[in-house]
């Protein structure tokens, strides 16, 4: 079962299979890198975002293997949540509505 440690003062990281990390605001919201393998995993990751009463407003995806982008259906599903990533990680997922993300595009900052 994935559970939530604290490496900052507002992140974190979720042991799952491959760790996901976690940015807290101060209001609450919360940014996700990565969303975990599958819907299983993205499950214990919006409870534990429940848990802590974080409302979760975007993943950025590193990239869109499955063991990192595997749980953005269901969290974008659940939450509504945006997901970031590049032009070429789109084609990984149907399933997701993706926000184009671009590294030359530094004067807007997500969080």
Known sequence: ????????????????????????????????????????????????????????????????HADHAGGCAFLQEMTGCRVYATEEEKIYSETVSYTHLRAHETDQYLV
């Open 1 to 64: 079962m994935p559970e939530l440690f604290q490496a900052g003062k507002r992140t974190y990281y979720i042991n799952c299979y491959a760790n996901v990390g976690v940015y807290v605001c101060d209001s609450g919201e919360a940014y996700l890198i990565d969303s975990g393998t599958d819907d299983k995993e993205a499950q214990a990751i919006y409870k534990l975002l429940e848990q802590k009463k974080w409302k979760l407003s975007a993943v950025i995806l590193t990239h869109g």
